[in-house]
């Protein structure tokens, strides 16, 4: 299953022009996430507000991710200061991945920004945490901070642009987007036989992981004949025709 590494803000000097702070909006996004990772089927480790950009990026590097995602706000700043608007999507020009990946993300974006033509991918050179990361990345500007409209945009959306980011990622990985059921119980009945945890909802995907009959599993969504579900801190997809929802 596809493993990613998120990256929300640490700027926490970062204020928003009607309260609040870039850092506590991009962890609201994240803490959004969550449901709609899990549903997914996407694995994440997250960094931590005490972080940096740099001790993020080693973190990054020291593990085996297949995606790198930092949620950032923006600021025009000096003279420009709350005149500006839009998302932008940042992304190594020299990563095939990471050029695709941006234009995902920034497609997905335009479906809910108010203005879809301020909606834009930008290459760079100069921002560590698509630079100098071993995984394809992007770094999201979702909107400017210092612009009323934008930051009221982003904090009366934090779920939606939550559950569009997801989207983006499974798009990216060609995996299916499922929705959070909210979390329900089911019990393992194989007649004995271990029922096999795979990293997408179809019979071919690769095995990585196995439950024993009679185990309670923590079911995250269900689409169809599979769920997406954690048992013992693996997280994959099991067919339902070997759980009984209790």
Same mark, same amino acid.
């Given at each position: 299953m596809?493993? =990613? /590494?998120?990256?929300p $803000?640490?700027?926490?000097f970062?204020?928003?022009?009607?309260?609040g702070? @870039?850092? #506590?909006?991009?962890?609201? =996004? &994240?803490?959004?996430?969550i449901?709609y990772?899990?549903a *997914?089927?996407i694995?994440?480790?997250?960094? *931590?507000p @005490?972080?940096?950009?740099?001790t993020?990026?080693? +973190?990054?590097?020291?593990?085996?991710?297949d995606?790198?995602?930092a949620?950032h706000?923006?600021? +025009?700043g000096g003279?420009? &200061?709350?005149q500006?608007?839009g998302?932008?999507?940042y992304?190594?020009?020299?990563s095939a991945?990471?050029r695709?990946? &941006?234009e995902?993300f920034?497609?997905?974006?335009?479906?809910?920004?108010p203005?879809?033509?301020?909606?834009?991918t930008?290459?760079? *050179?100069?921002?560590?945490?698509?630079?100098r990361?071993? +995984?394809?990345?992007?770094?999201?500007e979702?909107?400017y901070?210092?612009?009323?409209?934008?930051a009221?945009?982003?904090?009366s959306?934090?779920?939606? =642009?939550? #559950?569009?980011?997801?989207?983006s990622?499974?798009? /990216?990985f060609?995996?299916?987007f499922?929705?959070?059921?909210?979390?329900?119980?089911a019990r393992?009945v194989?007649?004995?036989r271990?029922?096999?945890?795979?990293? +997408?909802?179809?019979?071919n995907?690769?095995?990585i992981?196995?439950?024993?009959?009679g185990?309670i599993?923590?079911?995250y $969504?269900v689409n169809?004949?599979? $769920?997406?579900?954690?048992?013992?801190?693996?997280?994959?997809?099991v067919?339902?025709?070997?759980i009984?929802? =209790?």
């Amino acid at each position: 299953m596809p493993r =990613i /590494y998120l990256s929300p $803000s640490t700027q926490e000097f970062n204020p928003y022009v009607n309260g609040g702070n @870039e850092e #506590q909006y991009m962890n609201l =996004i &994240a803490d959004a996430m969550i449901p709609y990772l899990n549903a *997914t089927g996407i694995s994440y480790t997250r960094n *931590t507000p @005490e972080m940096t950009a740099g001790t993020s990026i080693a +973190a990054s590097n020291a593990g085996n991710y297949d995606f790198h995602l930092a949620l950032h706000s923006n600021a +025009a700043g000096g003279n420009n &200061a709350g005149q500006v608007q839009g998302s932008e999507v940042y992304y190594y020009p020299r990563s095939a991945n990471g050029r695709r990946a &941006a234009e995902i993300f920034a497609n997905n974006l335009k479906l809910i920004y108010p203005n879809p033509n301020l909606v834009k991918t930008v290459p760079t *050179t100069s921002l560590g945490e698509v630079v100098r990361t071993r +995984a394809p990345s992007v770094l999201i500007e979702f909107a400017y901070h210092d612009n009323e409209q934008d930051a009221n945009w982003i904090k009366s959306n934090i779920d939606a =642009i939550a #559950q569009n980011v997801v989207l983006s990622l499974a798009d /990216y990985f060609g995996i299916p987007f499922m929705m959070p059921n909210g979390n329900r119980y089911a019990r393992v009945v194989t007649n004995g036989r271990n029922l096999n945890i795979r990293s +997408a909802p179809n019979i071919n995907s690769s095995v990585i992981g196995s439950i024993p009959n009679g185990s309670i599993i923590t079911v995250y $969504s269900v689409n169809g004949g599979w $769920s997406s579900v954690d048992f013992n801190g693996i997280t994959g997809f099991v067919s339902n025709k070997y759980i009984t929802f =209790i």
